[in-house]
């Protein structure tokens, strides 16, 4: 199959896309769109595509002739972006966070339903080799079933960029990353959100850039997540920094791709005697974005359904969605995802 690429968003983004995509035989770069057609030329002389700029998504679907684009915008435009492009009869990549609010992941959802196309969201996290490896733990049973997942991650995040004019810049802009890995590793969907967000005292942000959260898995599982975007010193990965509990064992990774993630684990629950495994990082460490590109092309080639399609990141997503009216509410807020729109109930 060759795809023949709309690219709309040429941020810093678009380069870690473009650098997976333009070695690829069957990929053709065939239009770049950006609001700013400046960056849209600036990214096209630096890779030497031979390939026509746009400044809107709707000139360049009315122009060209392709099969797959990838959406690079910001959240706030990815309801449009994708459901355009959908009905113009194009497969969608999209970058995360998939929407900014529950009736604009809906509607995609409805959209790629009724179009037959393919809409798929990028999750790179999801391809770190420690990642797959604690969720292939978990699915074994080996230890037992999760029980309790607890994730943190204290950053310094740029001030400057446009998180910074969010009402809860840390849960609308990343905390997508840790909901989606914390569901992929315990193999489970979220069912309720309990979400406290504040802004901590000397926090160079103006919204919310901290919180403490509780979610229920599906599989009876409990996520704990706590974090701040301005922390100061003494900082955790992007990736957070995990510890996943199970029925007889737990299981331990700093966030690190360079690093090794343990575990412990007993025979039999009230030995208290434990053994020790390491699950080694991968002798090659590749870019989880290339890897993902890679998945996604190819499942895109042979009809399957990659692990982050549309219809299993409204789980991610609905985290997002509920942990807001849990905030705004102060309560406990109920996670229903539905086959069928609306897909995300929250109650």
Same mark, same amino acid.
């Given at each position: 199959? %060759?795809?023949?690429?709309?690219?709309?968003?040429?941020?810093?983004?678009?380069?870690?896309?473009?650098?997976?995509?333009?070695?690829?035989? *069957?990929?053709?770069?065939?239009?770049?769109?950006?609001?700013?057609?400046?960056?849209?030329?600036?990214?096209?002389? =630096?890779?030497?595509? &031979?390939?026509?700029?746009?400044?809107?998504? $709707?000139?360049?679907?009315?122009? &060209?002739?392709? /099969?797959?684009?990838?959406?690079?915008?910001?959240?706030?435009?990815?309801?449009?972006?994708?459901? =355009?492009?959908?009905?113009?009869?194009? $497969?969608?990549?999209?970058?995360?966070?998939?929407? +900014?609010?529950?009736?604009?992941?809906?509607?995609?959802?409805?959209?790629?339903? &009724?179009?037959?196309?393919?809409?798929?969201?990028?999750?790179?996290?999801?391809?770190?080799?420690?990642?797959? =490896?604690?969720?292939?733990?978990?699915?074994?049973? %080996?230890?037992?079933?999760?029980? +309790? #997942?607890?994730?943190? #991650?204290?950053?310094?995040?740029?001030?400057?960029?446009?998180?910074?004019?969010?009402?809860?810049?840390?849960?609308?802009?990343?905390?997508?990353?840790?909901?989606?890995?914390?569901?992929?590793?315990?193999?489970?969907?979220?069912?309720?959100?309990?979400?406290?967000?504040? /802004? !901590?005292?000397?926090?160079?942000?103006?919204?919310?850039?901290?919180?403490?959260? #509780?979610?229920? +898995? $599906? /599989?009876?599982?409990?996520?704990?997540?706590?974090?701040?975007?301005?922390?100061?010193?003494?900082?955790?990965?992007?990736?957070?920094?995990?510890?996943?509990?199970?029925?007889?064992?737990?299981?331990?990774?700093?966030? /690190? !791709?360079?690093?090794?993630?343990?575990?412990?684990?007993?025979?039999?629950?009230?030995?208290?005697?434990?053994? %020790?495994?390491?699950?080694?990082? !991968? *002798?090659?460490?590749?870019?989880?974005?290339?890897?993902?590109?890679? $998945?996604?092309?190819?499942?895109?080639?042979?009809?399957?359904?990659?692990?982050?399609?549309?219809?299993?990141?409204?789980?991610?997503?609905?985290?997002? +969605?509920?942990?807001?009216?849990?905030?705004?509410?102060?309560? =406990?807020?109920?996670?229903?995802?539905?086959?069928?729109? !609306?897909?995300?109930?929250?109650?």
């Amino acid at each position: 199959m %060759k795809f023949k690429i709309i690219m709309v968003g040429c941020g810093v983004m678009a380069n870690h896309w473009l650098n997976s995509i333009t070695p690829k035989d *069957d990929c053709e770069i065939i239009a770049l769109a950006d609001l700013d057609i400046g960056r849209a030329k600036a990214a096209r002389e =630096k890779y030497s595509l &031979e390939c026509r700029v746009y400044s809107s998504v $709707d000139e360049a679907l009315e122009a &060209e002739s392709g /099969n797959l684009l990838i959406d690079l915008t910001y959240v706030t435009m990815h309801h449009d972006v994708t459901i =355009k492009a959908l009905r113009a009869g194009y $497969d969608v990549i999209g970058e995360k966070p998939m929407a +900014f609010e529950p009736n604009q992941a809906n509607d995609m959802l409805r959209a790629a339903a &009724e179009t037959g196309k393919r809409y798929i969201v990028a999750q790179n996290r999801r391809y770190i080799g420690q990642v797959e =490896k604690i969720r292939d733990i978990v699915i074994s049973k %080996k230890i037992g079933e999760p029980v +309790f #997942i607890c994730a943190e #991650i204290f950053v310094s995040a740029d001030m400057a960029s446009i998180r910074n004019q969010l009402e809860y810049p840390q849960l609308q802009d990343n905390n997508i990353h840790a909901f989606d890995m914390a569901r992929y590793m315990a193999n489970g969907n979220p069912i309720s959100a309990y979400y406290h967000s504040f /802004n !901590p005292k000397g926090s160079k942000y103006v919204g919310d850039a901290a919180c403490a959260a #509780i979610f229920e +898995f $599906d /599989n009876g599982a409990v996520f704990e997540f706590r974090g701040y975007n301005g922390a100061e010193g003494c900082h955790t990965t992007w990736n957070n920094s995990w510890r996943v509990l199970c029925e007889r064992g737990t299981i331990l990774w700093d966030g /690190n !791709p360079e690093n090794d993630a343990f575990y412990e684990y007993a025979e039999q629950t009230g030995v208290y005697a434990y053994q %020790k495994e390491t699950l080694k990082k !991968p *002798d090659v460490i590749r870019d989880p974005n290339a890897l993902e590109v890679e $998945d996604f092309l190819d499942a895109l080639s042979t009809g399957r359904t990659p692990s982050t399609d549309c219809k299993d990141n409204i789980h991610s997503i609905a985290m997002v +969605f509920a942990s807001v009216k849990s905030i705004r509410e102060g309560r =406990k807020v109920a996670i229903e995802v539905n086959e069928t729109y !609306p897909y995300i109930v929250l109650n």
